[in-house]
């Protein structure tokens, strides 16, 4: 049988839980700049295949139409993938506003 002095003695003090928020925290700010730096990084290499990509399907095309393209950069989305989008997604181009 317990005593009556252990069970009023269970659980943490103050103390052990302020060191553990400021544990806490100490392992938080030194993470957040790191996940920041790795977040920016994934943004470039996502970019950098984006253009690949679109390199690749300038070739691919430029083979089998046996003519030469042009890779234009364009904020805009193409046509053709207006095309697949509308495919894909179900939905439908308004000729009116282009899209």
């Known amino acids: ?3 009556p002095v252990r069970a009023a003695t269970s659980g943490f003090t103050a103390l052990e839980l302020l ?3 400021a544990i806490l925290g100490l392992v ?3 993470t957040v700049p ?3 730096d790795f977040v920016l990084e994934q943004r470039a290499v996502s970019g950098l295949n984006e253009f ?3 390199v ?5 095309e430029a083979i089998r139409r046996g003519v030469s393209v042009t890779l234009c950069a364009s904020l805009a989305p193409s046509r ?3 095309m697949r989008r509308q495919k894909t997604l179900g939905e439908r181009l308004d000729p009116v506003r282009g899209l």
């Not at 690749?56 to 691919?60: G, H, L, S, Y």
């Open 56 to 60: 690749n399907f300038a070739r691919n």
């Open 34 to 36: 790191a996940l920041w």
């Open 19 to 21: 060191i553990t928020v």
């Open 1 to 3: 049988m317990e005593s």
């Open 80 to 82: 053709e993938t207006r």
């Open 52 to 54: 690949v990509a679109a």
């Open 28 to 30: 938080t700010s030194l």
